[in-house]
């Protein structure tokens, strides 16, 4: 085979990721990687993990966790590691989209797809703060370029799959009924370890879950926890909302008329893009509108990818077709340019609110993680008289885990609506505006609930201070604090 592909393939993917850290260097792992990257350190330390105790914890994914195990020897470069990842799905994504478009039509609306998807803001945030969502949707779509560079090509498709499975289980379905396409083509044998490849990710699933929490349906059960907590069944309207927030409704529009228009020439093969599509949006649209599950952005990557494959297609398909016909070539330039037209100054927009939103999340966290690893705070902080740290909001409590390396239950992922009585508190300064990305309103009004308390009062005192936070220690604390200060 020759190497010419795959070498485009690497340099590109590598482009598109190191212009997009260009674009944002900012980027930097959202709370449910500093999650799970905690996670992994205990299970490297040999301790229970955040997805066995009662906190408020994402649900694990198999793919996400192994990435942590290799992550965490590096220390804080573990951050760096995965921000890297997210950065290369966004690359291995719009390549995928790339070849799409090639197969589809033309390299032309390939990379329309490419550019569409890389400035929509919602996915290149996604891609910037939580990899997993980014890498899903570009392991399909490579599933999805090798089905259509050769039809019921099978096992490399299903590997793929699979791989998107340890991500999403919307992957599951997909690989089921791909499976099913296979059959007719088929023998026995083969057809059994083609099963194999497709059952393997919800075995996986269900292992990790097993070893992790001693359930192997502890993902479904955490599901349906924030599902009942969420008690809301979304709209037709909401579901067209957010999908629009993702793709822009020019596009939408312009891929529906892109399948029309491929289904008429007698290009069947836009049936898989579309399949692909499809299925992942009913998966998570039909529980939002059964009250099932929340409508995420974030669940909308791939649908949002492979409606921009069909609406380039329908705008630049033309360009690889011999006998194009100028009705095609004038409505799709009009088409893009509608797209253009509608989509650009919303989306500059967009771009540049998500950019200081993400700056300011990584500067709260540059200040915070010096100041809480620091010998005098890290004193506090790591003694077990100290624990658990309580803190305002859920947004820094994984950070605080994985910097301390300490365990689970160090954290106490639930104020409660006392002020406690014993252990550590760190508080938000009194000018806590430039809190609002991480804590919005909840820092205030903690620090004002708890310092109003007459027995913490009491018994807490404050031990250190930074511009932005403050430190409150229990006399058990203080003892504690003071004797690994002197042994230090």
């Not at 409704?249 to 836009?270: E, N, S």
């Not at 919303?346 to 540059?366: F, G, I, K, T, Y």
Request: a positive charge; aromatic letters at 10%.
């Amino acid at each position: 085979m020759s190497l010419a592909r795959p070498t485009l393939a690497v340099v590109f993917i590598a482009a598109v990721a190191g212009l997009a850290a260009v674009l944002e260097p900012n980027a930097y792992p959202s709370y449910d990687y500093a999650f799970v990257l905690a996670s992994a350190q205990d299970v490297l330390e040999g301790r229970a993990t955040g997805y066995e105790v009662p906190v408020y914890s994402p649900v694990p994914h198999p793919l996400t966790l192994a990435g942590a195990l290799g992550a965490v020897p590096f220390g804080d470069g573990a951050f760096a590691i995965f921000t890297v990842l997210g950065l290369a799905s966004l690359g291995l994504l719009c390549w995928a989209l790339l070849r799409i478009g090639a197969l589809l039509g033309s390299w032309p609306a390939g990379l329309l797809a490419a550019a569409l998807v890389f400035t929509s803001p919602p996915i290149f945030e996604l891609a910037a703060r939580n990899p997993g969502d980014v890498g899903f949707a570009a392991l399909i779509g490579a599933a999805t370029a090798a089905e259509l560079a050769r039809p019921r090509r099978g096992a490399a498709v299903l590997v793929l799959l699979a791989l998107a499975g340890l991500l999403r289980p919307e992957a599951w379905l997909l690989a089921g009924l791909y499976w099913l396409y296979l059959l007719p083509a088929r023998e026995w044998p083969e057809r059994l370890r083609l099963a194999a490849l497709a059952a393997a990710a919800p075995v996986a699933w269900m292992a990790m879950d097993a070893l992790l929490t001693g359930n192997p349906l502890h993902s479904v059960e955490v599901t349906r926890v924030y599902t009942e907590k969420a008690a809301a069944t979304a709209s037709l309207g909401e579901v067209w909302k957010a999908l629009t927030s993702v793709s822009g409704w020019p596009l939408v529009l312009g891929a529906l008329a892109g399948a029309a228009l491929a289904w008429r020439d007698g290009r069947l093969t836009v049936a898989v893009p579309l399949v692909a599509g499809a299925v992942a949006l009913l998966a998570t649209v039909a529980p939002s509108l059964l009250g099932e599950s929340p409508v995420l952005r974030r669940y909308l990557v791939l649908p949002a990818a492979m409606i921009a494959a069909l609406f380039a297609f329908a705008a630049l398909g033309w360009t690889g077709a011999r006998n194009a016909r100028a009705a095609w070539c004038a409505s799709g330039l009009a088409l893009a340019a509608l797209a253009i037209v509608v989509l650009a100054n919303d989306r500059e927009r967009s771009w540049d609110s998500h950019r200081r939103d993400q700056q300011q999340r990584v500067a709260l966290l540059d200040h915070l993680q010096p100041w809480a690893t620091a010998p005098a705070q890290r004193a506090y902080l790591t003694a077990a008289a100290c624990h658990p740290i309580r803190v305002p909001g859920y947004g820094y409590r994984p950070y605080l885990r994985y910097w301390l390396n300490i365990p689970a239950r160090a954290v106490a992922f639930n104020f409660g609506s006392a002020a406690p009585k014993q252990g550590i508190v760190l508080l938000p300064t009194p000018a806590d505006d430039y809190q609002r990305r991480m804590l919005a309103s909840v820092g205030r009004t903690t620090r004002a609930s708890v310092l109003a308390g007459p027995r913490f009062a009491e018994r807490f005192r404050r031990v250190a201070r930074t511009s932005r936070w403050e430190l409150y220690a229990a006399p058990g604390c203080r003892r504690a604090a003071a004797r690994a200060i002197r042994s230090s």
